[in-house]
């Protein structure tokens, strides 16, 4: 069974870099498909940020293009956002997610809320 | 960008009830490879979203058989065929046939 688990700092200062960890169990990283970046702002609203596909590749959303990394480490079997310059709007519970864009046996992991204040 | 427009934005349920929920497109979601990539999320509180249909109408593994999907092109309906208290939290439709993917603006499902 593939499990996703956020972590990260609670809280960052505005114009800082958010970076936060997904670390995954039951799979490998380079089995299939993608592996999001997901964030839910206070409300209802969801973004997908942009993924890291098996191969390494990474696909991102032109919203965010010029602020944000992804990138991973296989044989810990995690992967990594970086969101550079980040304001008070980038507040929200981020989620690392799997095959999102797959549709089928998508999973999520419990997310990690991130507060960016100074 | 894609924009899904969710339908009601609250509803209101009683036990048993049968409820719909709407998801219209700004865009057809057919892919040229004949795929329409229109799923279903609902989020309980205090959890993660977790996938209930994908593709329009397929049932995700797990997921009981009172849900269901039905649409195509840009309008697209879950249909909850009785209604139970684990079914509380928000829906979304989500859209992953054209980049950047996108969701809906979710509708929050409250029992009576």
């Known amino acids: 069974e593939i499990q996703l688990q956020e972590s990260g700092p609670g809280l960052v200062k505005p114009s800082q870099s958010l970076s936060l960890t997904c670390s995954v169990t039951?799979?490998?990283?380079?089995?299939?498909?993608?592996w999001s970046w997901i964030r839910k702002f206070p409300g209802n609203k969801m973004e997908w940020m942009g993924y890291i596909n098996y191969r390494g590749s990474t696909n991102y959303n032109p919203s965010l293009k010029s602020r944000i990394s992804i990138t991973r480490d296989t044989s810990t079997i995690q992967f990594f956002l970086h969101l550079n310059s980040v304001t008070t709007e980038d507040t929200a519970t981020y989620y690392c997610a799997y095959r999102v864009w797959g549709g089928r046996n998508m999973v999520w992991g419990q997310g990690v809320m991130v507060t960016v204040s100074s | 960008d894609v924009v899904l427009t969710q339908t009601p934005p609250t509803l209101s349920a009683t036990i048993g009830q049968s409820v719909s929920i709407s998801c219209r497109s700004s865009q057809s979601l057919l892919d040229t490879d004949g795929d329409t990539y229109l799923n279903w999320l609902l989020q309980r509180p205090g959890q993660s979203p977790q996938l209930l249909i994908y593709?329009?109408?397929n049932l995700e593994s797990g997921v009981p058989n009172r849900f269901s999907g039905s649409g195509s092109e840009t309008d697209f309906t879950l249909k909850i065929s009785g209604v139970e208290a684990e079914d509380l939290g928000v829906y979304y439709c989500i859209q992953a046939t054209h980049a950047p993917l996108t969701f809906g603006s979710g509708t929050k499902l409250e029992i009576k």
């Open positions: 039951g799979y490998t990283l380079t089995s299939g498909y993608d």
């Open positions: 593709s329009v109408s």
